[in-house]
């Protein structure tokens, strides 16, 4: 009978995880030649990549993630010129994890090898290798095998006849041109039509870099920008004014409700007008590159303190008079549209000292993320939170009755926006520090300085100090208290991270764990054996069951478990005490004795390096290839002990995982 359980539980932990491993093919990689001349050729790589997914381009980054490259085994009658060079710009982005920028392309890349041809007949052998991530795993890296055997039958004489279609200079092709569909491969060859450069231009999308996630979420900065901007001191009293200036201007209420409607709507066409020329000129490229040049983030970090110190009134951000003079004047001469358009671009400019800052925070937001439509939907965001109490109360004037009068509370906000703006600022000088490995700001360092900003910060709202343009306060009121109580409580929230606690509320924000220099105990766990037989033979000794870690030195969400959930003291003792720790990685480029052929499916692979071995071992016996990947094992029977876990950082599920591992080798 307790065979019989056995079985079936074993038997039901297999299905189960057979339900919950699955292969992930989000690349799919076709290639094709194309002759350029009796003497000159190219290799053609077209991915095409899955939403959500981001293949890496052929930058190498120490410790990084794996980049595509292509490698040769075998070539007869041409050698390669020069090296494998992507088509198009790749989104270019600073990764805390590997404390470096790294590239990679989303949606579809192409890659060319340019080849110089010595003979008439040409072979090439070889394959393309690359990795790919989305925001729960990484495929180790994989390779697209390519053989090769074809004639070159462009003679001089076709060449000169179709020169204006085919001629290409000795560079690689522009970043915007693309290559059309792979011709359909042969047995032995690949045959390939010759494509004009226009057919060659137009055969595949541009890369994109947007989603909808992320401009939703720049949408509604805007938003929260727009509306801290109404509570200022330079436009909330304007509100009544305004109001009361249509209503007085109208023959009647509906007028008046139509005019204050163009006012809105000619506040929104200003500010989104603006979006659209930081982004014509700067462009998706430039904006890319301002996100992750370290040099564009000290600008960064020095604007917004420079934003800082005006909010707290040590001087004001002034447009000249004179402009706000001229266009009001211009708007009192003017009627219709026209003239209630100068009144908002009237307000525009007399705001400016309290809108100024918030908008150049928000660009600078905007630019941090490389997003080519930011600015524009940032800007639209903020000037719909701006323009919409004005036009609904106009329709409402009674409202007006039950606004909020101006006072004091109006300079505690803008203090407050001041130092939101400096607990940014400190984000882009720690990028910069990263890129640059100056060790100013590291990960103890950057909590010490918001530690001081928060109590700063707290003792400025609950009336310890003021600054010299406010008047101090008398009473404090509740508000501020509740306030100034909710930065004292941040600061000393964040006091244990200055020894190591992980801080996940504010992890996004922080230097990496490996900067910091206090630490209260190692929290670092370390693998028992780095070799599948040696890590079960080692587990059989003591008794132990394993777990094993598909892992890849490029793999970002791997780091981001070890980071938050390994850290967890009750996960580390369980790991250190009750398991043997078994670390494979998929990406390890150290080369096997000799070259391996297997069998996957209907295709043939080779195993060249002890990455290539783990990564099979993963697929063949466990029907994954995506990392991270943990396994569970009784290491005398090599049953699974439970169903395999991905990339989920909620600790508790991950104690489950490992508890009921416990509880099934003890069945077993």
Known sequence: MKRVRFILCSLLILLSSVMYAQMESP?????????????EAMLIFKATIEKGWHMYSVDEVKYGPTPTSIKIEQIEGATLDGNLAPQGAPVRVYDEMFQAEVSYFENSAVYIQKLKLQDKHYKVVGYLEYGACNDHSCIPPTKTEFDITRE?????????????????????????????DVSEAHEDSIKVDTLSRSEISSAIPPVTTSSPSNILSIFLMGLVGGLLALLTPCVWPMIPMTVSFFIKRAKNRTNAISDALVYGVSIVVIYLILGLAVT??????????????????????LLLV??????????????????????????????????????????????????????????VEVASMGNLYGPAVGMLGFA???????????????????????????????VILGFVELFFSLKFFSVADLAYGWHILDRDIFIALWIILALALG???????????????????????????????????????????????????TPPMST??????????????????????????ENKPVIIDFTGYGCVNCRKMEAAVWTEPEVMRILQDEYVLIQLFVDDKTPLPEVVEVSEGDKTRKLRTVG????????SKFGANAQPFYVLLNPFTEQLLSEPYGFDEDTDHYIDFLNKGLANMKKQ
């Not at 690349?27 to 003497?39: C, L, R």
Request: charged fraction near 20%; charge should be neutral.
């Open 27 to 39: 690349v799919t990689v076709t290639v094709e030649t194309k002759d350029i001349s009796a003497t």
């Open 152 to 180: 070159n039958t462009l003679t001089d004489k076709k060449k000169d006849d179709t020169e204006d279609e085919t001629e290409l200079t000795d560079e690689v092709l522009p970043e915007t041109d693309v290559v059309s």
């Open 280 to 301: 014509a000129l700067f462009g998706a490229n430039a904006l890319n590159a301002m996100s992750t040049n370290a040099w564009f983030n000290i600008f960064f970090f």
């Open 306 to 363: 420079i934003f800082a110190l005006s909010f707290f009134g040590l001087f004001e951000l002034q447009l000249p008079a004179s402009w706000s003079t001229s266009i009001d004047n211009k708007a009192e001469k003017t009627s219709g549209l026209l003239g209630i358009f100068l009144m908002a671009f009237t307000l525009t400019i007399v705001s400016f000292s309290c809108t100024g800052p918030i908008i150049g925070f928000l660009l």
């Open 384 to 414: 719909l939170g701006l323009a919409i109490p004005f036009a609904l109360f106009a329709m409402f004037p009674k409202w007006l009755d039950k606004m909020p009068k101006s006072g004091n509370w109006m300079n505690t906000l803008k």
């Open 459 to 509: 003792a400025y709202l609950v009336g310890l100090y003021h600054f010299p343009h406010e008047t101090k306060v008398k009473k404090v009121g509740w508000g501020r208290w509740l306030l100034g109580l909710i930065s004292f409580a941040f600061a000393i929230w964040m006091i244990p991270g200055l020894w190591g606690e992980p801080l996940k509320a504010i992890s996004a924000f």
């Open 516 to 541: 910091q220099h206090w630490k209260r105990v190692n929290k670092e766990i370390t693998a028992r054996a780095y070799d599948f037989s040696e890590g079960i033979e080692l587990a059989k000794k």
């Open 612 to 619: 290539d071995k783990w990564s099979y071992l993963q697929s």
